[in-house]
């Protein structure tokens, strides 16, 4: 038989819980102290799938399919590939991993957040030490109509270009 807990305890653990994040202030992410190494244009797609849950249908994220550009160079060169997962895979063979932390704002609707990532780099390669990656200025990305019932199951690979930093 499971039991509720008593209102005191529900109580006494979130004052326990507040007390002790008393302590932290906002964390600025990137850090201060954090070194900006890279700068991409990023031009790809966006997919979603159609889903169904009680609230109806609605397009669920699957991840991103982009090219992510040097444009400081003539003519840009390709440097690296965005793929599932927030994975960067460099054209040196180096693949880091990412997971957003920070969502920012946006423009309108039909245009990604600007965001944050924390990585996972890997030990060599040209993604070597990097930490963090921000995603900035945006521009769609985003599906702009529910789905419906004949597209259950169906993918929709919406345009975005985004510029990404990425930080040691």
């Known amino acids: 038989m499971l039991r509720r807990p ?6 006494l653990s979130s004052a326990l819980l507040l007390a002790g994040c008393a302590g932290l202030g906002p964390t600025e992410v990137p850090p201060k102290d954090a070194v900006a190494v890279q700068s991409w244009f990023a031009e790809g797609d966006m997919r979603f799938r159609c889903e169904y849950d009680e609230e109806g249908f609605y397009w669920a994220f699957q991840g991103p399919d982009a090219r992510l550009w040097n444009d400081a160079v003539k003519p840009r060169r390709l440097e690296a590939r965005l793929t599932d997962g927030f994975t960067v895979r460099h ?3 180096s693949v880091l991993t ?26 060599t390669g040209a993604l070597r030490g990097v930490r963090w990656m921000e995603r900035r200025r945006a521009e769609g990305g985003m599906p702009v109509t529910r789905c419906s019932p004949s597209q259950r199951g169906m993918t929709l690979r919406v345009p975005f270009t985004a510029r990404w930093i990425l930080y040691r």
């Open 98 to 123: 990412a997971k957003i932390i920070e969502n920012r704002g946006r423009a309108s609707e039909e245009n990604l957040r600007d965001a944050v990532f924390e990585t996972m780099p890997p030990e």
């Open 6 to 11: 008593s209102v005191f305890a529900v109580v």
């Open 91 to 93: 054209r040196d063979g």
